[in-house]
């Protein structure tokens, strides 16, 4: 499967991105999808996963209530809204797939990983 990112952008502290991943090469349903970000200097980090129904959504602490991850199996994409952003949401952010059936947080569980899309959120 290929993935492809994009949505990000410059925005102001409090105001709303949408990120988008589509999929293409196999039904994005095969999987389960991860959101994760990564600043410069730093690891990469769990944001957010869905496994393959939608059934079971977890979030990192520091994006809980703040973002929501979705997806549209039909239209082979999954979404990460991203509101009241902080400027500690700017990072490069990657989705990624999961061949398991064990959602992770660890992305040594992801098999396959699109191009990221970068966030950034300054005044």
């Known amino acids: 499967v290929q993935l492809q990112a994009s949505g990000g952008g410059s925005v102001q502290p409090g105001d709303s991105l949408r990120l988008s991943c589509a999929a293409s090469g196999r039904p994005l349903s095969s999987y389960i999808m991860g959101w994760f970000r990564q600043d410069p200097g730093k690891g990469r980090e769990f944001v957010a996963y869905?496994?393959?129904?939608?059934?079971?959504?977890r979030y990192a602490d520091s994006v809980k209530g703040r973002f929501t991850i979705s997806r549209d199996n039909a239209q082979n994409t999954v979404y990460l809204q991203m509101n009241s952003l902080k400027p500690e949401d700017t990072a490069v952010y990657y989705c990624a797939a999961d061949t398991s059936y064990v959602a992770a947080i660890n992305m040594v569980n992801y098999d396959y990983w699109g191009h990221g899309t970068q966030v950034t959120v300054s005044s």
């Open positions: 869905i496994t393959r129904s939608g059934g079971t959504i």
